[in-house]
């Protein structure tokens, strides 16, 4: 258990489940299994740093009663070196991705360093969840980002509504566990306004779009699991599952594998 939890305070199971639903989204939308490992790759690391750096960021403020933090704070240099030889790693990638990967991937690397100049001079704290939605709308840029660059096959209305309805997905994780980790499930309004449009935009997009049911259920696997630690656990000792739930797309390769 005390590997798995060190997994977990690294942000592993964040970074496996991206590559995840990386995988998936290149299925549904290139009709491709799996996207380059160059692709691959590049995201993983990009999102590890990315979480990382977050946790140095968030060891500046005074966090009482936090493993996590606690974790992050002892180990903080070895941290610091994880990071560095991961920005090294994604150099070498980099020179392994189509150019305009690259020119994309650099912008977007721009976006980052603006959001954590402004996590770290607090300018986050002037609007309620600003800093979640900027987290998710990042997260869901980075992970489609290879599809969108790529697309020939599907309509880019049927691709805008499966950006937003990741976004809306991406989005209530961090909502509800910012709000565990204040003790303010009281003030949930944001969060269920959250998953009520996103209720309705799956079942929208499996309606009104060629996308198979079983496509979509990863998407509606992780929903519920969030959904569940939301109304009945209540506890931010499941964050462990709340990420977990990003693996739903092995579900959908499981089946493909047993239905063949």
């Not at 009709?31 to 160059?38: G, I, L, N, V, W």
């Not at 903080?76 to 020179?95: D, R, S, T, Y």
């Not at 209720?199 to 499996?206: D, E, F, K, N, R």
């Not at 739903?248 to 089946?255: V, W």
Request: proline residues 3%; aromatic residues 18%; charged residues 10%.
């Amino acid at each position: 258990m005390r590997f798995f939890r060190v997994l977990h305070f690294l942000s592993i199971d964040v970074v496996l489940g991206a590559c995840l639903f990386q995988c998936l989204l290149t299925t549904i939308f290139l009709s491709s299994q799996f996207p380059p490992p160059a692709v691959t790759l590049a995201l993983a690391f990009a999102v590890w740093t990315i979480y990382l750096v977050d946790r140095l960021i968030d060891n500046q403020k005074p966090v009482l009663n936090s493993t996590l933090h606690d974790f992050h704070l002892k180990h903080a240099p070895a941290i610091k070196g994880i990071i560095a030889g991961n920005l090294l790693i994604l150099f070498i990638v980099f020179l392994y991705l189509p150019t305009y990967l690259i020119i994309d991937g650099i912008l977007l690397g721009i976006v980052v360093l603006a959001y954590w100049t402004f996590l770290i001079y607090g300018y986050f704290k002037r609007v309620k969840f600003i800093k979640e939605i900027s987290t998710a709308v990042i997260y869901t840029v980075g992970i489609f980002l290879y599809v969108f660059l790529n697309n020939r096959e599907v309509t880019f209305l049927v691709l805008s509504l499966m950006v937003f309805l990741f976004f809306l997905l991406v989005l209530q994780n961090l909502v509800l566990f910012s709000l565990l980790s204040n003790s303010d499930l009281k003030s949930d309004f944001m969060l269920r306004c959250v998953e009520v449009i996103f209720i309705c935009m799956w079942v929208a997009i499996l309606f009104f779009t060629h996308l198979s049911v079983f496509l979509l259920l990863p998407f509606l696997l992780t929903f519920v699991i969030q959904l569940w630690i939301h109304y009945i656990s209540k506890s931010k000792r499941w964050a462990w599952l709340g990420e977990i739930a990003f693996f739903s797309p092995l579900f959908y390769y499981l089946y493909a594998i047993f239905s063949t």
